[in-house]
């Protein structure tokens, strides 16, 4: 099984920035699209956005364009997520997880492989 490792969360105003970062220890994540997902207390899991394994493809969630950019360093092995003017709503935990290669199986995380843990983001003032 292989395991994503989520970090880079934590308590932020509303309006600041933070960068999550999905690393891969074990297995090459270039073989793999990567999508980010999220859920709030009561609610689904919902995906944020998703990048292909080579990079030139990338989907976001309508409430997140413009704010949040996914990115890769394939030779770092690490898939990122930077999310600026956060809101109080983007409050959950986050996690990263792998897909076959296009993103074609996102936004539906039943069809998503291997999970991270998670991490816990809270926009709060």
């Known amino acids: 099984q292989l395991q994503l490792v989520e970090s880079g969360g934590g308590l932020v105003q509303p309006g600041g920035s933070l960068r999550l970062s999905c690393a891969a220890p074990?297995?090459?994540?270039?073989?793999?699209?990567i999508g980010w997902f999220r859920q709030a207390p009561g609610k689904e899991r919902e995906g944020v956005s998703c990048i292909s394994s080579t990079g030139d493809i990338t989907y976001y969630a309508d409430s997140v364009k413009g704010r949040f950019t996914v990115s890769r360093d394939n030779a770092k092995n690490t898939v990122y997520l930077q999310m600026n003017s956060l809101k109080p709503e983007d409050t959950a935990v986050y996690y990263c997880?792998?897909?076959?290669?296009?993103?074609?199986?996102?936004?539906?995380?039943?069809?998503?492989?291997?999970w991270g843990q998670g991490t816990q983001v809270t926009v709060s003032s």
């Open positions: 074990g297995f090459r994540v270039d073989y793999y699209g």
């Open positions: 997880a792998t897909e076959w290669g296009k993103c074609t199986d996102w936004p539906n995380p039943i069809l998503f492989g291997s």
